[in-house]
């Protein structure tokens, strides 16, 4: 039987072959390696997609968390409150800088930050809070952001958000945010990308600056940089999939639908819980996550990658139980909706290019793993 993937890069490839091996023939021409024209193309592309002012390529969606945390003045020794629930990045490009990650749970139906506890872990020495939107959806940012005292800056980690909105507002209008295009992200490159997005004109610039050894203009150093740069063959890659992005972001919302069809059965019955999207909430679905309370859910996933369906665990270990973050302190039991969250999900195999027969074989050998 066919395997049926977590997410289906060469599908989503044979859709834009030829535009992406003229574009890399335009680049080839130029010799326009690192930043460029395509670069610069992008970047005004994704702002508009995106409705914010600016956005600047960097290398990764770490560097972009990091340099966003440093732009709005986050420095060694500072707190940001994240989420314990998210991908490792997020606390990465934090404890890189020198700062301190402060964890705080998340909420029990979305996974996502919860923002009483965000506000309630800020001190006087918090410099910066980061939501994360995870899995597709927009964590509540305009309350907690207007909520927060004065000295206190959102960051927002959007590297699974492309597209998505709430209450009709984009990642990073107003604010600042930070996005990987990672190639398994709904917006994907062939290889490492990322970019920073803000309205503020000074901050892009710093970023811009930061990203690029501390300049603005050929050897001027202004400020000790870095190098982390957008690449113009990625770029090419970025055009072609950003033209469909609201395409394939749709067929992902119809897939999802689809699943809330299929599974409403094993919802009902309790052996699923179904993800929810309220109201204002424009969902992507860069991952369609389900919890199986009552399940041995690493045997479930097993058993499902078994017969051919790849399902994944977005994430398995919270941020303060892995040994990388032991030293924070946080024994098991201390964020328990991050625990029971890294428990009890798993994720089904969701991508624009996922067929309604797909999702039916997903949904009976689930249905037959859970009994
Ligand atoms: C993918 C991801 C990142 C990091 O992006 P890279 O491009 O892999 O460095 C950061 N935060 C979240 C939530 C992510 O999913």
């Not at 702002?47 to 956005?55: I, K, L, R």
């Not at 940089?225 to 394939?248: I, T």
């Given at each position: 039987m066919d395997q049926i993937p977590l997410v289906d890069l060469a599908a989503a490839h044979a859709e834009i072959a030829d535009e992406i091996r003229t574009g890399f023939d335009?680049?080839?021409a130029r010799t326009a390696f690192v930043g460029g024209e395509e670069v610069a193309a992008f970047e005004r592309e994704y702002a508009a997609f995106g409705g914010v002012a600016h956005c600047v390529g960097v290398a990764n969606g770490t560097d972009a968390v990091e340099l966003a945390l440093r732009a709005v003045g986050v420095q060694a020794g500072d707190e940001v409150v994240l989420p314990a629930n998210t991908f490792i990045a997020t606390a990465g490009a934090t404890a890189r800088l020198g700062a301190?990650?402060?964890?705080?749970?998340?909420?029990p139906d979305s996974y996502l930050i919860?923002?009483?506890a965000a506000l309630a872990a800020v001190t006087a020495a918090t410099r910066a809070v980061v939501p994360v939107h995870l899995y597709g959806l927009l964590a509540p940012v305009a309350g907690l952001a207007a909520a927060l005292p004065s000295h206190v800056r959102v960051v927002e980690d959007a590297a699974q958000s492309q597209g998505a909105t709430r209450d009709g507002r984009t990642p990073g209008s107003g604010g600042i945010a930070a996005t990987s295009f990672y190639p398994g992200k709904n917006l994907g490159a062939y290889g490492d990308a990322g970019a920073v997005l803000t309205d503020d004109a000074e901050l892009a610039a710093t970023v811009r600056s930061l990203a690029n050894h501390g300049s603005t203009v050929k050897y001027r150093h202004d400020i000790a940089g870095f190098n982390s740069r957008l690449d113009g063959l990625q770029a090419v890659v970025l055009r072609a999939k950003l033209a469909r992005l609201g395409a394939w972001n749709q067929a992902r919302r119809d897939a999802a639908v689809r699943y809330q069809e299929l599974l409403a059965d094993l919802a009902a019955a309790g052996r699923v819980v179904l993800p929810g999207v309220g109201e204002g909430e424009a969902h992507v679905w860069h991952l369609y996550v389900v919890r199986v309370p009552g399940a041995d859910r690493d045997a479930v996933v097993g058993k499902l990658n078994a017969a051919g369906i790849g399902a994944g665990i977005h994430y398995p270990t919270p941020v303060h139980l892995t040994d990388a973050f032991a030293h924070l302190?946080?024994?098991?039991?201390?964020?328990?909706?991050?625990?029971?969250a890294a428990e009890e999900i798993l994720s089904l195999p969701l991508h624009p290019h996922l067929t309604a027969d797909q999702q039916q074989r997903v949904v009976d050998a689930l249905a037959g793993v859970l009994g």
């Amino acid at each position: 039987m066919d395997q049926i993937p977590l997410v289906d890069l060469a599908a989503a490839h044979a859709e834009i072959a030829d535009e992406i091996r003229t574009g890399f023939d335009r680049v080839l021409a130029r010799t326009a390696f690192v930043g460029g024209e395509e670069v610069a193309a992008f970047e005004r592309e994704y702002a508009a997609f995106g409705g914010v002012a600016h956005c600047v390529g960097v290398a990764n969606g770490t560097d972009a968390v990091e340099l966003a945390l440093r732009a709005v003045g986050v420095q060694a020794g500072d707190e940001v409150v994240l989420p314990a629930n998210t991908f490792i990045a997020t606390a990465g490009a934090t404890a890189r800088l020198g700062a301190r990650p402060v964890l705080v749970d998340c909420l029990p139906d979305s996974y996502l930050i919860d923002p009483d506890a965000a506000l309630a872990a800020v001190t006087a020495a918090t410099r910066a809070v980061v939501p994360v939107h995870l899995y597709g959806l927009l964590a509540p940012v305009a309350g907690l952001a207007a909520a927060l005292p004065s000295h206190v800056r959102v960051v927002e980690d959007a590297a699974q958000s492309q597209g998505a909105t709430r209450d009709g507002r984009t990642p990073g209008s107003g604010g600042i945010a930070a996005t990987s295009f990672y190639p398994g992200k709904n917006l994907g490159a062939y290889g490492d990308a990322g970019a920073v997005l803000t309205d503020d004109a000074e901050l892009a610039a710093t970023v811009r600056s930061l990203a690029n050894h501390g300049s603005t203009v050929k050897y001027r150093h202004d400020i000790a940089g870095f190098n982390s740069r957008l690449d113009g063959l990625q770029a090419v890659v970025l055009r072609a999939k950003l033209a469909r992005l609201g395409a394939w972001n749709q067929a992902r919302r119809d897939a999802a639908v689809r699943y809330q069809e299929l599974l409403a059965d094993l919802a009902a019955a309790g052996r699923v819980v179904l993800p929810g999207v309220g109201e204002g909430e424009a969902h992507v679905w860069h991952l369609y996550v389900v919890r199986v309370p009552g399940a041995d859910r690493d045997a479930v996933v097993g058993k499902l990658n078994a017969a051919g369906i790849g399902a994944g665990i977005h994430y398995p270990t919270p941020v303060h139980l892995t040994d990388a973050f032991a030293h924070l302190g946080h024994g098991r039991g201390s964020f328990p909706q991050a625990e029971r969250a890294a428990e009890e999900i798993l994720s089904l195999p969701l991508h624009p290019h996922l067929t309604a027969d797909q999702q039916q074989r997903v949904v009976d050998a689930l249905a037959g793993v859970l009994g």
